[in-house]
């Protein structure tokens, strides 16, 4: 039993104060994180239990002790000592990795500084994933429960993601909602609860309902124009009652989930039919940017990629509005029906040069990237960022074996950045299975 830690009684994270290796395990596996821990001035040892990884000593621990963190990454440990005023401690630690050939960084901060102690928490308690291979929540956790409610986002958060999708279309009063159509009967029940409120195209528009009407709806799984499900094996028809959320409700979700476990997943919203909507008097760029600076979203660290397909939305937002958020390019198939955009051209050498001179990733359909895999590393000389979609195991194109030979094709022999899935747990198992 070891008390150094305790001499920060009174500090408002009992997270990080904790006693003995054991206590330290138990956070560990509490958040799913893939770290190991311990280990005082003769290191020994490293052993595996459960999926961690003891860096162990025989020797009885006296006063000042130092716990030593070490994440695992593939063969490579990361060696940082949380309670450092035994430089003894920190530097027999260190040569022990430094000798084993691993790479040695060393927690920030002073000796003694508590920033120490809260760097290695913020490992501790980060999705035992890469940063370099993003896991994008399609829609929420899509796969297992009604794309785009807050119970789908919830899960996702939960599976691990690292940034959570939502697609936006406005109220009629202006209010951003989280949908993928600008119609409403594919995931809703509008046609039972607004039987007359169709257009004369026979189709329920979300921008002809207030949010308050919008709120009277149960979403569903969603359907095909028949009412049969589009992908037959997810969630039951008539069996739920899940609504329709706001953007600002997701936004709440996600920043009061990383308040409470200290992780940090972003969101990555894209505004649906951006030239659609200025048509029928709803203007998007501006209303979103201020929504997200009002959540803290700003400058060009936030947690956030901002998408779009429509080139000039994102050009606006850029150039007009003058964020400096992360903004993607989404680059669909054929042209953008709005505005005739051509998305082929884009996905060009010098079609990707234009893009990254106003934004700082692509997100190409995946078939692009197939069809030419030379892209991602062009997109790469010009640094973007690439985010390809969609990832579904319940709908594998037939070259691919199963799910994860897809995922795997992608991450790391097309060398894609991130990419968007409606099966959040199966990309963040395959990627630590990777690591
Ligand atoms: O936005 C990229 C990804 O979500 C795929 O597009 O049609 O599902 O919004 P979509
Ligand atoms: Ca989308």
């Known amino acids: 039993m070891h008390h150094a830690l305790n001499q920060h009684e009174g500090v408002s994270d009992p997270l990080y104060y904790c006693d003995n290796a054991e206590a330290v395990k138990e956070i560990m596996k509490s958040h799913d994180a893939k770290l190991a821990i311990s280990g005082h001035i003769h290191i020994t040892d490293i052993a595996e239990e459960d999926g961690l990884y003891e860096v162990s000593c025989p020797a009885t621990c006296s006063y000042p002790c130092a716990y030593t963190v070490c994440e695992l990454s593939g063969s490579e440990f990361t060696v940082e000592v949380i309670w450092y005023d035994n430089e003894t401690v920190r530097d027999v630690a260190k040569q022990e990795f430094i000798d084993a050939g691993k790479d040695v960084a060393q927690a920030e901060g002073e000796p003694s500084d508590r920033n120490a102690v809260l760097n290695i928490g913020a490992i501790m308690i980060s999705p035992a994933i890469t940063e370099e291979k993003l896991v994008i929540a399609h829609r929420g956790a899509s796969g297992y429960l009604p794309e785009h409610t807050l119970e789908a986002y919830a899960l996702a958060y939960g599976m691990g993601a690292d940034y959570i999708e939502p697609d936006l279309v406005l109220t009629k009063d202006g209010v951003f909602i989280c949908l993928h159509d600008i119609h409403l009967e594919s995931t809703t029940n509008v046609e039972e609860v607004f039987p007359d409120r169709a257009r004369e195209d026979g189709r329920w528009y979300a921008a002809d309902f207030t949010l308050s009407e919008i709120k009277q709806l149960k979403v569903h799984e969603r359907t095909n124009t028949d009412s049969t499900a589009v992908f037959a094996g997810r969630f039951p028809q008539n069996n739920s009652d899940f609504e329709v959320p706001t953007f600002a409700e997701i936004l709440e979700l996600i920043q009061g989930l990383n308040k409470a476990t200290g992780r940090n997943v972003g969101i990555y919203p894209e505004i649906k039919s951006p030239t659609w909507h200025a048509a029928e008097g709803l203007p998007m760029e501006e209303k979103l940017l201020d929504l997200l600076a009002q959540y ?51 996905v060009t050498q010098e079609g990707l040069k234009e893009i990254a001179t106003f934004a700082d990733g692509v997100g190409p359909y995946k078939m692009y990237i197939e069809a030419n895999p030379e892209l991602v590393q062009w997109a790469h000389d010009d640094g973007l960022q690439v985010h390809t979609w969609t990832m579904r195991a319940d709908s594998l194109p037939e070259k691919y074996s199963d799910f994860t030979e897809e995922l795997n094709q992608f991450y790391f022999v097309y060398g894609v950045d991130g990419l968007f899935t409606d099966f959040t747990d199966r990309a963040v198992a395959f990627l630590q299975s990777a690591n």
Request: aromatic share 6%; charged share 20%; glycine share 10%.
């Open 296 to 346: 803290g979203y700003e400058g060009p660290n936030a947690r956030i990629y901002v998408q779009s397909s429509e080139n000039h939305s994102l050009r606006m937002m850029r150039d007009d509005l003058g964020t400096k958020l992360p903004l993607v390019q989404l680059v669909d198939t054929g042209n953008n029906s709005d505005t005739g955009e051509n998305y082929s051209s884009m």
